[in-house]
């Protein structure tokens, strides 16, 4: 494990010192601890990326996300491409989903955006791209926040399934 880890990622390894540090001093498994969220999420950073899109309306306004319904797998890395095709302003909003993945990177234009992020706008003509990998395995609501479009249809279910054993 220690060599893979080292191969892997040569910069991290005070992480995973840090987490066998704390195990022998404080008696406490803190390896699982930093292994479950970050350093899978790290690992991960280096997977490939499948690539799955996403409409948020249409050109014929409807208020819909297409497809509506999306299934994602915990550990594998993720670059939704989001795109606004309609003539007025939506949201993706799904703050739970946010809340189960480790978000690398979103670029949108010129511009990289690093951290959590819990609600994206797209203006009429824009495209955006969220780099991720989901952790936490359930089923999560996805909208668009403004008043009236998910009343009109415009929300959607993001499930991540458990990873399966290779």
Known sequence: MLILWQRLRPGLNWLLGLAVSLSFVIGIQALPLFSEGAIAAVLSSSKPLMEVSVHLGNSTEEL???????????????KLILDNPSSQKHYFTAKDFADAIWTQKV????????????ELELKPGAIAEWVFVPLKSGTYELHCSIPGHSEAGMRGVLTIAEQQPA
């Open 64 to 78: 819909k996300f297409v497809p509506e319904q999306l299934e994602f797998i915990a550990g594998r890395r993720y």
């Open 107 to 118: 670029e949108a234009g010129n511009v990289e955006v690093k951290g959590a992020i819990h």
